[in-house]
């Protein structure tokens, strides 16, 4: 990255000393003087000048003009997409939707396209496509809770005025640990509450039912990292069954042995989503740890590998999580910083698995916090800037890889369970950043996520802070409302240099696995989280409506919140499913499993062994197999 930026130092001094030469030599023309002293260091100026500054100068003329054109026609993969390039408003004016830098200076100009450049082109620092997507917003609400019938149902009612169907899925922690519903005391209470429970394939149907998991306008996200595997492998049989199904009612027959791999190999090319599955962030930010490390980077290689040899192209294999961190305490340099540092070690640990970049980073996906601290404003510029380069640059990596693509969730530890309705004020302002640096999706937290899971109502107005964003703010009709400022410019060197930094501290320790071995990144994440309270506490960190501009009513404060919880119906209801499936599977199930934990044990792909078990049996009896051949997670103190 460094060199990179010294790199654009001496080409910005190169283009600049040339035009200067240039203009002087002009100058001598006009006058009829002697021109072979400039000649001479205009000839050495030119030689300095490298291939690469002259391919990005000589095509910004061209690009520039198509951009002051009506429309642009673009390619992303094999689409080819017309757009135009201007906005009306209603007092008539004509918006940009991409404003242009004004610079006149070839120096100025190289800075900007080496360090910026326009959405859409490396290093991709103000977006990785050259505009927003029409048809689709980036809005991915968060939801989850009792069973999968309740939640299908939340999910129906989100998605019902957008023919996008962008799901993300919260679980119970039952199935966040991997395990079944149970009677027993400690699991019991937990089933179905502050997200869904789904122990088998056929929670896993009954969750996604009436959704075509096959279309391209339905993306599915599942937040799930210890028994990420089996949920996937529940998720891609749903999807994989809802075409043999649309295939017999079609045809009115079963398929043929070929018309059933065809349509399976036809499936898995088509999904669209995202399964969290980061487990270096649950081990530094969170804790829904269940297997060794080891045994989890592996299952999380073998994915990938099935991926490949799948062609699931449409699918993230994770979503590399900075939110957790920053929800743990993190700030958000430490947040982006040990976030990319994750990524990298997943190429890295990929990479030594044999397989090949660009067959595996455009599976790679993103996620972060937004809170309210003045770094958010450029995360996802810092964050694109530094992968695209190092793709390039260091991995040899095409285009496609190169392009960091990200998932915002609003800050969940900004709001405040005092004055709850400001909130929506912190949530707006957090989004306005997303949106104005081109997340490709947005989660907007309910202003009562303080105190409960949100209610159909407050939900409703979290959507809406996004679309009145998207669809009434007017600047929105501009996509590139942070490029050319000065203090964001200030700001994204300032957060790369930390990043950097903070990138050769987890170096020392002996990488982000070493590092975790002696606690560094909880530690760091508690300390910085201890000085976020004690500001708090102290009142030199102002908060609205906790610290400051208390309500003098405060009673008036204290509203009925109705706080979700499943139902004692759906609990049993949940046993009894459970049970049946049991019942119905109970031969193969102990075939299945012996299978998995053999092909575990010997070193086999398991992914591919894992989507025939996930058939016939449920989490808890796939998480148990592999706590016998995988071990289980301990943490260390
Ligand atoms: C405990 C709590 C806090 C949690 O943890 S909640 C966690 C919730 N997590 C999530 O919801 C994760 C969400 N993640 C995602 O949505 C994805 O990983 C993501 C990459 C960030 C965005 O994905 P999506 O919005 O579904 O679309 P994409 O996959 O980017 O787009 C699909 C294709 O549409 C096309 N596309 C997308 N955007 C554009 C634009 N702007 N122009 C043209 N074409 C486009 C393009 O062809 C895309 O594929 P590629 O060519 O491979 O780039």
């Known amino acids: 990255m460094r060199r990179y930026h010294e790199r654009t130092r001496t080409q910005v001094e190169a283009v600049r000393k040339r035009a200067q030469l240039r203009a002087v030599r002009d100058a001598l023309v006009a006058e009829n003087a002697a021109t072979e002293d400039v000649d001479r260091l205009l000839e050495k100026a030119d030689a300095e000048v490298d291939s690469e500054t002259t391919a990005l100068l000589e095509s910004w003329d061209e690009l520039a003009e198509q951009y002051r054109g009506d429309e642009l026609v673009f390619r992303v993969r094999d689409k080819e997409i017309r757009t135009s390039l201007w906005r009306d408003t209603l007092s008539g004016s004509r918006i940009p939707r991409v404003a242009l830098p004004r610079y006149t200076e070839p120096g100025e100009l190289l800075s900007f396209l080496r360090r910026e450049h326009l959405p859409g082109y490396f290093p991709f620092t103000a977006g990785v496509f050259p505009f927003k997507r029409e048809g689709e917003d ?47 005391p400690d699991i019991y209470g937990k089933v179905g509450t502050s997200g869904v429970s789904i122990a088998t394939l056929d929670d896993m149907k009954a969750l996604y039912d009436g959704f075509d998991l096959t279309a391209p306008t339905t993306s599915v996200s599942m937040t799930i990292n210890g028994p990420a595997p089996t949920i996937l492998a529940f998720f891609l049989n749903t999807a994989i069954d809802q075409r043999m199904d649309a295939f017999r009612e079609e045809h009115g027959r079963e ?9 399976r190999a036809w499936t898995l090319r088509q999904v669209r989503g995202t399964v969290q599955a980061d487990i270096l962030k649950e081990d530094q930010g969170q804790n829904t740890c269940i297997f060794s490390t080891e045994f989890s980077l592996r299952m999380m290689s073998d994915i990938q590998e099935w991926f490949i040899a799948n062609e699931v192209r449409n699918f993230y294999s994770v979503s590399i999580s900075g939110y957790h961190i920053a929800e743990a305490g993190a700030n958000p340099i430490t947040q982006l910083a040990f976030t990319l540092a994750n990524g990298f070690t997943y190429v890295e640990s990929y990479l030594a698995r044999g397989m090949h970049i660009d067959d595996f980073a455009p599976n790679l996906s993103f996620f972060f916090s937004n809170g309210m601290d003045a ?11 530094i992968w695209a380069v190092a793709m390039r640059d260091r991995y040899g990596a095409n285009e496609r890889s190169q392009k960091l693509k990200y998932h915002v969730q609003t800050s969940g530890r900004s709001l405040h369970a005092q004055e709850m309705s400001f909130n929506d004020i912190r949530t707006t302002l957090q989004a306005l950043c997303a949106l104005y640096d081109n997340a490709n999706s947005l989660h907007t937290n ?17 959507l809406a802070i996004q679309m009145i964003i998207n669809k009434e703010w007017g600047l929105s009709k501009n996509e590139n409302p942070l490029q050319g400022s000065f203090v964001i410019d200030e700001l994204t060197d300032l957060v790369e240099e930390a990043v950097l930094t903070e990138f050769e501290r987890i170096t020392e320790r002996g990488g ?23 500001l708090k506490h102290d009142g030199s960190l102002p908060i609205v409506g906790v610290n400051m501009f208390r309500s003098p009513h405060p009673e008036d404060d204290e509203v009925e919140v109705e706080l979700a919880r499943a139902t004692e119906d759906e609990k049993q209801s949940q046993l009894r499913r459970l049970a049946d499936f049991h019942e119905r599977h109970r031969d193969e199930a102990q075939r299945a499993l012996a299978r998995l934990r053999e092909a575990a044990a010997g070193g086999e792909n398991v992914f591919g062994v894992l989507m025939d078990a996930a058939r016939v049996c449920s989490l808890g009896q ?8 995988g071990g289980q997670y301990r943490r260390n103190v």
């Not at 019938?149 to 998605?159: D, I, P």
């Not at 770094?375 to 694109?384: F, T």
């Not at 982000?512 to 004690?534: C, P």
């Open 138 to 184: 980036p809005a991915r609400m968060f939801a989850g809770e009792g069973d999968a019938f309740r939640t299908n149902r939340r999910f129906k009612y989100l998605s019902s005025d957008s023919e996008a169907k962008r799901l993300s899925t919260a679980f119970d922690s039952v199935t966040l640990y991997g395990w079944d519903p149970d009677t027993r």
């Open 446 to 462: 309910a202003y009562d996520e303080a105190i409960t899971t949100p209610t159909e109502s407050s939900v409703r107005r979290a």
């Open 375 to 385: 770094e958010y404003s450029v995360l996802g510029r810092v964050a694109r800037r």
């Open 622 to 629: 796939i998480t148990h197999a592999f706590f016998e051949v």
């Open 512 to 534: 982000v696995l070493g590092a975790m071995e002696t606690g560094y990144q909880r530690g760091k994440i508690q300390d910085e989280s201890m000085l976020y309270e004690r």
């Open 255 to 263: 398929p043929t042995e070929e018309e059933a791999a065809e349509l």
